[in-house]
Each structure stands twice: as structure tokens, then as C-alpha cells.
């Protein structure tokens, strides 16, 4: 979660709808060689073909990519662009954000579509009810941290998250065994989304507005999460280490692929040792272990 949040106040919709389910692979194959990821690639059905929704709050990218398929004259191939306003934008976030998967022992699923989630064998799954497109396990950033918590379990009882936005990893901490659970974000409507999510989960956690500049804590952590962006993280490293405990675990992401060494690099003079880099397409993530 980046340490700033933001509504957007208007969003660009692409629809690209195709003939028939075959044709749905094909397009998403070339969407995603294009570098779309699959977190941005909303699959639905529109008048009874499937399409593919892409949104961006600059249109000129979604102009590009439309012209780029009327020049292809793909047959059967259809694309609208349509202007949202914020309140068709919340209303179309929520009426195709479905279940998926966030590592790969939990799914996230929306609140609104819990009656008609039926989890596999073995799988549990968060709840999540939120205006913010961050944190609901669709970015990459987040599925990476998700996973080294996940990879981690049984080996911490304390965990913080600096950036929680919906509270989603402390959530997944707390389904890994973590018992004492804190979080902190600088966006009051965060805070407020992290504390909706408790009560639809009937999971809790400690979690109040600060900022990352001023914070003081008077404990350190078996486990520290910080989801942030590449600067930040550079900025405030030796900071957010100092709240990790002796031998305890630090996650980082939010870093692209093209800043990662930039990354390492600054975090390479702090007391840690790396155990595992994580890379999606477009994104990374670290997991360290702080030294003695």
C-alpha cells in the first residue's frame, strides 16, 4: 500500500469484448503480453459475451490500446471506451470484484459475495468490504506479502503492518498464528477500512492513523510488513528495521522490477540478511532477516 491513499475522480473503462470463451484466451494472451498484469484484467460478461474491462485514470493509454485493435481488425472483436464519474466507478469496482486468490492457502473475497463463495478444499478466505482499489489482493505487491507470511507461519507471534491500508495482511498474519497484530496507516479512510474489515471477519487488530516521519514505538516485532513505494522505503529503512526485533523478519514491496537493485542497493548497508526476492511482472518484493 503506498503511504499516500487516494480516490480517484475519474476513471477511464475499456471494454474489449470477443464472440466466445476461446476467444477470451486469446485476448487475455495478448493483453497480458503487452504487460498488463492479471490483477488488471477484469474478465465479465457483457450482454451475454465475455469481455475484458480494462481502467485507468489517464485515457490516452486506453486510447492507444484500442486504436492498437481497431488497426488488428481482430473478427468478433469489440471495444468501447466510457468515461466513469466517481459513483459509477465505486458501483463497477464492486460489481466485478470477484473472489480470488491471495497465496496459496487463502482466497480474498468480496463482503458482497460471500453467499455465493464456495472455498476448495483446504483454503480459507478473507472477507474484504472497501472503496480502495489497493489491498484487495488483486496487485502483486500484495499477493507477494501475503505469500512470505504465509511462508512464515509458526515462526512469530508479533506482527506490524506499515502502510495497512484494508488491514488484508495483518489479516492473513493473524490465520498464520500471529497473536499480537498492529498496524498503522496515514489515510483516515484506511483506518476506517481496516476497522470495517475486522467486523466482517470477526478478526481484530490494533490499528490507528500515523505517519511513518513521526512515529515513536516503544516495542519491536517479530514480523514487519511495509508495503510501500521504492522512495519511501529508501527514506524511512533504517526506521522501519528499528521496530523489527533481534533475528525477526522484515517484508518490503512495492518496489518495480526496475527499482529493485536501486533497493538493495540502499538496504544493503542495514543489519539484514536477505532470504528471499520475489519478482511478478511488474513488481518485487523482499523478505530479510535482521540481524543479531
Known amino acids: 500500500m503506498s503511504i499516500q491513499e487516494r480516490i480517484p475522480k475519474v476513471v477511464y473503462q ?91 492457502s487463502i482466497d480474498v ?16 478466505h478473507i472477507l474484504m468490504d472497501t472503496l480502495l482499489s489497493f489491498g484487495t489482493g488483486l496487485h502483486e505487491t500484495t499477493r507477494i506479502m501475503a505469500q512470505f507470511i504465509e511462508d512464515k507461519k509458526g515462526k512469530f507471534n508479533s506482527f506490524f503492518d506499515i502502510g495497512t491500508g484494508t488491514g488484508i495482511l495483518c489479516f492473513v498474519a493473524l490465520k498464520n498464528g500471529a497473536g499480537d497484530v498492529a498496524a498503522i496507516d496515514i489515510g483516515e479512510l484506511s483506518v476506517q477500512a481496516a476497522r470495517d474489515n475486522m467486523k ?18 516503544q516495542k519491536t516485532f517479530d514480523f514487519v510488513a511495509a508495503n510501500l513505494v521504492t522512495e519511501d522505503l529508501i527514506v524511512h529503512g533504517p526506521k522501519i528495521i528499528s521496530f523489527v526485533k533481534p533475528n525477526g523478519l522484515l517484508a518490503v514491496s512495492g518496489i518495480s522490477l526496475d527499482n529493485l537493485n536501486k533497493l538493495r542497493k540502499s538496504f544493503a548497508s542495514l543489519p539484514l540478511k536477505t532470504l528471499k526476492i520475489s519478482k511478478a511482472k511488474q513488481w518485487s518484493g523482499l523478505l530479510y532477516q535482521k540481524k543479531m
Open 200 to 217: 466482517v471477519n470477526d478478526l481484530y487488530f490494533k490499528v490507528k492513523r500515523a505517519d511513518i516521519k513521526t512515529l515513536r514505538l
Open 109 to 124: 473475497v468480496p463482503v458482497w459475495y460471500k453467499d455465493k463463495y464456495k472455498p476448495s478444499k483446504d483454503t480459507d
Open 14 to 104: 475499456l471494454r474489449i469484448q470477443i464472440q466466445d470463451e476461446p476467444g477470451l484466451g486469446f485476448l487475455k494472451a495478448v493483453l497480458l503480453n503487452l504487460g498488463y498484469t492479471e490483477g488488471e484484467l477484469v474478465v465479465s460478461v457483457f450482454k451475454g459475451k465475455p469481455s475484458i474491462d480494462l481502467f485507468d485514470e489517464q485515457p490516452q493509454k486506453l486510447e492507444r490500446l484500442g486504436k492498437l485493435f481497431g488497426r488488428l481488425h481482430l473478427p468478433g472483436v469489440k471495444v468501447r471506451q466510457h468515461r466513469l464519474l466517481p459513483a459509477d466507478w465505486l458501483t463497477k469496482w464492486k460489481s466485478l470484484w470477484k473472489p480470488a486468490k491471495l497465496t496459496r
